[in-house]
């Protein structure tokens, strides 16, 4: 294998930013037919190390080859007439447009009017191929984040990617959709085309990788064949210490009902039923998760909740009082706190600092305001706090967060809404795009501030994060509660079928 | 060769301050070329055009005189602008708040004493400003009807209505057929302080130093600024997003209202023609420039101010075609404004043997 010539080769890549070195003398091989794995903590350089290679970014030193060959890539346009292509952690599809339409945007040789009949015919043939299931008339805006990024892998094979880079293309998948995606990947690799894959799930490194590349603070620290490690090794060898996967759950008393909702409805945005009725409880100092395939109701339950959506039906009490369809500052100031599922989107301000994105949840209030002006120092001294409890990497307090890392945003929306929180928690994926070590400190944060008497709502896609983290978990299917379990009796099987839709009687909890 | 446009990943502090410097030398070099080709020679004209606008202490004044409504107006469009709330509607703003600061003077004198016609007419002039702003602001928030052309129209029904007004009602009756109305009641004048410029200055330095608090150091300008940043995330903290647009807004009307009572009281000291010279149009480039802080805004509109003053001086002096003076004045701005495209690209040449291919 070794004696191969590497299709893709970087030489001591350094790129710089202003106050930090992202990539620092960064070697890189990939062989044909092969898939990488690139992992790293929160921060270490992988992103920046792929931009390089696809043209977004230039490095300040280094060299890169392509079949033994010496090339410069100045645009993303280089890269593609070189074969590389990337998907993004955030898609970057027009909305509006068809499949079709955004497959071929962008070409450099479109005829003025493009043939739109043999682009489809042809994106058949291809999706056909790699089973990549889209309808290339469809509009992006009405797809799920699973059928967008086929779309951006089938794109990317349109315009004959011969190197794949995937940028955690898992993170916002179903465990299924992920599956599938591998089978794809499997696919291209039988026919001599190579990917790069960054994840911060071992287990689909092992599942996914020939070869493994951990990169730590910007420098590369171990190359491995995939075969020759394990998950445990792994996550050592990215955070520098065992990471235990284990969390310590005390026996707790539960409090009063922190959260009611009695036959709760709402519809999405385009006016169809979202939610059917959903009933539950959560008490304080109880976590109660939410499973289930996502778009399944998940999006529209966390806005309901947290007052960005009307309901059409039903009642929503948090701490008692009645809380159906109040402004969001309302329930706010309930201390209610919210993880939003899309970080970009709706958990920061880009062009605003670091610190003032960690202070937007209590600016209001004393010690950072009084009567309306705002305490600068004391806005700085909160940050370095919670810069420093929850690990943030970012050059200075001052940095504009849209610079930071993917899993360093996250953490600075988790430890706003957690440092905030009185009483009542809705997290929406709150470890999506976390390295092992941040998700083991996130559990542990959620589960120490259900001691402290917090009531948590949990929703995620990952059963085991279900299984160790929440007290008791609900499914939910087409916007309704299929069923409530304690997670120390319940078993991933029965859970799994009833994400599908399987209803099933037994062992159901009432309370 | 190839040349490509590059977005900054990080925005350079140095960029900010020597792009627009840089872009105004380029300006420079661009008009000298014009004059030369109307055989004018471009030295002794820009020397001719900084005597103009600082060279005397008189003609200093009148750079001032320019510049006040450049600087309160400017100010109320840099605040709708950080909300991303397009308000080009400050020329109306100011048309408005200079016709209610008229009706005041004129015809209120015969209730109010008459000490407090001054700073009634200013208030009034004010909260007509803010009106005129209000209306577009009320009509998106609520309706989501685009600002760009609501605030448009409203400029040509407050420019127009102010023609009505001293053409036919509000007409001087001893004033010979010219079109305005009668001076007003001396009271009713706003002080000067220098020359022709008057108290409007410190208006304006003490405002701009006020807003630059609020944008910076209060509640309000730290949700305006997640407003304008990402509204989604705004709406998520449970800030009232209308409310505060409505009230940005308010205030940025009040703002070039107040420049147009400025214009009334303390120039014409009666609403004529020529109310305006287009400060409000004027002020969009100021605030540009002064990349909407408040603080630059007011050394930005010295600047222009000043470019406006020298042209009209050396159109004269040296004997240059009329249309010269206007179509130096945008062969200054336009690179300043390029230039600041280069605060947030930067240019690349890419020599084509290396690119994109294998080499
Ligand atoms: N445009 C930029 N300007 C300034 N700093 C940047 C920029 N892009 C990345 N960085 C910095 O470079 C470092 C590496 O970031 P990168 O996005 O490559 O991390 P990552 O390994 O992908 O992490 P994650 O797992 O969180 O996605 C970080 O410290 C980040 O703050
Ligand atoms: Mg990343």
Known sequence: MEKKTPILEMKGITKRFPNVVANEQVDLELYPGEVLALLGENGAGKSCLMNVLAGLYRAD????????????????????????????????????????????????????????????????????????????????????VGEQQRVEILKLIYRGAEILILDEPTAVLTPQESKQLNRIIHQMTREGKSAIFITHKMEEVIAFSDWVRVLHKGRLVTVKKTSQTNPQELARLMVGRDVLFRLEKKDRNLGGVALELKDVQAVDDKGLPALNGISLIIRSGEILGIAGVAGNGQKQLVEVLTGLRKTTGGKIR???????????????????????ADRIARGIAGDMSVANNLAMKCYRKPPLAKKGILHPKRILDLANRMIELFHIHTPTPHTHAKFLSGGNIQKTILAREIDACRGLLIAAYPSRGLDVGATEFVRNQMIAQSESGTAILLISEDLEELLTVADKIAVLFEGHIMGIFRSNEADTERLGMMMTGMKEGIGELRD | ??????????????????????????????????????????????????QGAFGSWPNFTETLVKAIPLMLAGLGVLIAFRLKFWNIGAEGQLAFGGIAATWVALFWSSFLASWMVLPTAILVGMLAGALWAGIPALLKVRLKVDEVLTTLMLNYVAILFAEHLYYGP?????????????????????????????????????????????????????ELEVIGNNPSAAQTQGIKIAKNIMIALLVAGALSGLAGVCEVTGISRRLQQGLSIGYGYTAIIVAWLAQLNPIAAIFVAVLIAALLVGGDQVQMMMGLPAAMGLVMQGMLLFPMLAGALFTEYKIRLIRPRTSGSLV
Not at chain 1, 319 to 340: A, D, W
């Open chain 1, 61 to 144: 030193e280094g060299e890169i080859f392509i079949q033994g060959k010496r090339v410069e890539i100045n645009s993303p346009r280089d890269a593609m007439l070189l074969g590389i292509g990337m998907v993004h952690q955030n898609f970057m599809l027009v909305d509006t447009m068809t499949v079709a339409e955004n497959i071929i945007l962008g070409l450099s040789d479109l005829p003025f009017v493009p043939d739109m009949g043999t682009v489809s015919k042809r994106i058949r043939e291809l999706s056909e191929r790699y089973n990549l299931q889209v309808d290339p008339e469809s509009h992006i805006w009405q797809l799920s």
């Open chain 1, 318 to 340: 948090i701490f008692g009082e009645e809380k159906s369809n109040k402004s969001p500052l309302e329930i706010i100031n309930t201390g209610v706190s919210h993880i939003p």
């Open chain 2, 1 to 50: 060769m190839r040349i490509v446009f590059e977005k900054r990943k990080t925005l350079s502090r140095k960029a900010i301050f020597l792009v627009p410097l840089f872009s105004f030398f380029i300006s420079l070099l661009l008009t000298a070329i014009l004059l030369a080709i109307f055989k004018t020679n471009p030295f002794i004209t820009y020397a001719a055009m900084f």
């Open chain 2, 170 to 222: 509000w007409r001087d009756p001893k004033g010979f057929g010219f079109p305005g109305t009668p001076p007003f009641p001396e009271f009713a004048w706003l002080p000067r302080i220098a020359g022709r410029a008057h108290l409007g200055l410190v208006f304006a330095i003490v405002l701009a130093l006020v807003i630059w608090f609020i944008l910076n150091r209060t509640r309000l300008g730290f």
